[in-house]
């Protein structure tokens, strides 16, 4: 069974930062898919970014490229979102998503349905 657990959240002004963890246990992070999602209230459930199971392809919402980086360490089977230059349009809860890895791009994969484990959420508040 994949448990993922994310922490990392916070409140932080706008031009501020955080960076996210997604804990994995039950699948190794080489065998599998990983992205973040987020949903402020109101709203639906939006794709921000993946990572795929070779660490090689790394894909990001227009609105966060340039600000948000996907980065995983292996050792630690735990994927990191560095969220910097907030807004408070990036309020939100943030989940950690994985999925077997696949020949499947992650680029194809920007809905809930395409994953199969889920964290809890972890809160980011951007005040202006």
């Known amino acids: 069974q994949v448990q993922l657990v994310e922490s990392g959240g916070g409140s932080v002004q706008a031009g501020g930062s955080l960076r996210l963890s997604c804990g994995v246990s039950?699948?190794?992070?080489?065998?599998?898919?990983v992205a973040w999602f987020r949903q402020a209230p109101g709203k639906e459930r939006e794709f921000v970014a993946a990572?795929?199971?070779?660490?090689?392809?790394?894909d990001y919402v227009d609105s966060v490229k340039g600000r948000f980086t996907i980065s995983r360490d292996i050792a630690k089977n735990t994927v990191y979102l560095q969220m910097n230059s907030l807004k408070p349009e990036d309020t939100a809860v943030y989940y950690c998503?994985?999925?077997?890895?696949?020949?499947?791009?992650?680029?194809?994969?920007?809905?809930?349905?395409?994953?199969?484990?889920w964290g809890q959420g972890t809160q980011v508040t951007v005040s202006p």
């Open positions: 039950g699948r190794a992070l080489t065998s599998c898919h």
């Open positions: 998503n994985a999925a077997p890895g696949s020949a499947r791009s992650i680029r194809d994969m920007k809905t809930s349905a395409d994953f199969d484990s």
């Open positions: 990572v795929s199971w070779t660490g090689v392809v790394k």
